[in-house]
């Protein structure tokens, strides 16, 4: 087996939202890794999302341990925008007293 034989893609991908994705299907990245960090095996990871291959999660998990910093300035970054777009939505759609606006309109 010769050295480009044992190269191999890292199968994610990024979305037209910038989003990282696993392989060819939905499951984030950010997703793989919280549950990896989090203790879960690669076994369990793919238990907890069958639409990902165990060799896909194992070939993520070992980018993740050779790129740590990369990949904790991405999650970082994800975790920045989904603040962000938390507070605009709390701003455009005030969440106080829904509950009692939701039973309002039942009655």
Do not use: C, K, W
Request: net charge neutral.
């Amino acid at each position: 087996m010769s050295s480009t034989d044992a190269t191999e893609r890292v199968p994610i991908r990024t979305d037209a939202d910038g989003v990282i994705r696993v392989g060819d299907t939905r499951v984030t990245l950010d997703t793989v890794i919280a549950a990896f960090d989090a203790g879960a095996t690669a076994e369990e990871i793919v238990q907890q999302f069958p639409s990902v291959t165990l060799a896909d999660v194992y070939s993520v998990i070992a980018y993740y341990l050779r790129h740590q910093q990369d990949v904790r300035t991405y999650l970082a970054q994800r975790q920045q925008q989904a603040a962000q777009v938390r507070q605009e939505n709390e701003r455009r759609f005030n969440p106080t007293g829904v509950r009692e606006r939701l039973l309002a309109r039942r009655s």
